[in-house]
Every structure is written in C-alpha cells, then in structure tokens.
C-alpha cells in the first residue's frame, strides 16, 4: 500500500481549520454574552408593560407601553454597540423555544392583568407584573446560556 503525503496534508489542513472553526464558534458565544444589567432592565421594562393595564386613563397607559417598548429598543442598541453584533434570528431549537415559551407567559400575564383590572381586582396585577419580570430576568439568563451553547456546536 502507498502512502500519499498529500493526503497527509490535506487531512492536518482540514483538521486546523475545523478547530479554528471551533475556536471561533467559542468566541462569538463569549462574546454574544448579554452584559449582566440587561436582563433586571428588560424585566423591569416587562413588567411595566404587563401592568400597564391597571392604569385608568389609557393616554398614561400607552406612555408607559412606549417608555418600556422605547427601554427594550435601547437595550437592543446597547447590545449591538457593546458586543459588536447584531441577531436576527435564534441559533438553534432549543434557544427558540425558550423565546417561544417567555413570549407566550409575558402575553398570558398581560392577559390576566386586563382580566383582573376589568373585574376589579387591581391588587394581582403585582402578581402578572412580577411573574414577567421573572419571565424576562432568570429567563433571560437561562436563555443566554442555552444560546452560547448553541452557538459553539454551530446550531
């Protein structure tokens, strides 16, 4: 049997570059990493937007939907200008159904705010408020997670 040098070669060439595909893979998800205030910001920008429906007059209800909606718009900005990047769509199944599942709870909570601010329960609107603010804050981080992960397999 001969050996071929060339193969040799192209078989080391192929392999370096696959580990510098992974090694770049590992920095882009260090690198996507959200800045540690994001996420008690965009919870908080959340829950304004989940307890918006308690306010009585509806031209102070929009201003406060607009503050938040105007908060999460520069978060996205300073992520961009912070991190370098910008996304435009998941990584992978995983990071999606994360985003699928905190849009549906932060929508079922606002939902219920209207609910309990129409049968005049005012008070649990502290509830729905803090359930998004959790939604968006521990969430946020777990999704973070789960995004750098897939972003180093190449998803």
């Known amino acids: 049997m001969e050996s071929n040098p060339m ?13 510098a595909i992974a090694a ?25 937007i989940v307890a918006s429906p308690v ?3 509806p031209v102070w209800m929009l201003i406060l939907i607009a503050g938040a909606c105007a908060v999460v718009v520069a978060l996205e900005y ?3 200008k912070q991190t370098g990047l910008s996304t435009n769509r998941v990584p992978g199944p995983r990071s999606l159904l994360i985003l699928i599942g905190m849009g549906a709870v932060v929508l079922a ?10 049968i005049d329960q005012p008070a ?6 803090a359930i998004g603010f959790l939604t968006m804050f521990p969430g946020g981080l777990l999704y ?9 397999r190449g998803l």
């Open 124 to 129: 649990w609107v502290i509830a729905t408020a």
């Open 144 to 152: 973070d997670r789960i995004y750098a992960a897939e972003l180093q």
């Open 7 to 19: 193969a040799r070669e192209d078989s080391t060439g192929a392999q370096a570059s696959l580990n």
């Open 78 to 80: 300073a992520y961009k």
């Open 109 to 118: 909570m606002l939902s219920a705010s209207s609910l309990v601010t129409t």
């Open 24 to 48: 770049d893979r590992r920095q882009l998800a260090v690198r996507a990493k959200a800045p540690g205030w994001m996420y008690p910001i965009l919870g908080l920008s959340t829950a304004g």
């Open 55 to 57: 306010i009585a007059d």
